[in-house]
């Protein structure tokens, strides 16, 4: 349900804005905290990637699949790096660190795939970015609250 209710967000952040591509990727945000703890298994998570990027491309960008591939790529790239770190060392900083970046990434790729004019790229990334910084702070705030320990995925 809490999926549900940020892919809305993001796509209703979509039509306010309207402009490009720099709204934040709230559902792969929600997604990769989700990941994180013991809520969710990885495989629902990697079909809730691929169906939200698949109705979100059919909604916007009219290429199906993208955001689809690019979605559950990223996620399987964010949980490697998340296994790869030693239990001791997980914390809500290092989830935010590795949700940041992968956030970085699919907002990146976007804005160099989908053909943006070369002025507006370094703009649309850094207000993408900006947008996300909230919800990145919130998830790691989340997650200090959270009980229990962070999962190996």
Known sequence: MWLAFFWYAQDLLQVLLARGFFVPELFFLALFFQGVTEEYDLSTLIWSAFLGGLL?????????????????????????????????????????LIAGGCHCAAGTTRVLLLDFPERDTLLLLILQQLMALPFLVQGGMWLMRKEGPFRAP
């Open 56 to 96: 979100w491309d059919l909604r916007w960008s009219g290429l199906p699949g993208f955001t689809s591939v690019l979605y559950v790529a990223i996620l399987t790239v964010g949980f490697g790096i998340w296994s790869a770190i030693p239990r001791q060392a997980r914390t809500a900083m290092i989830v935010v």
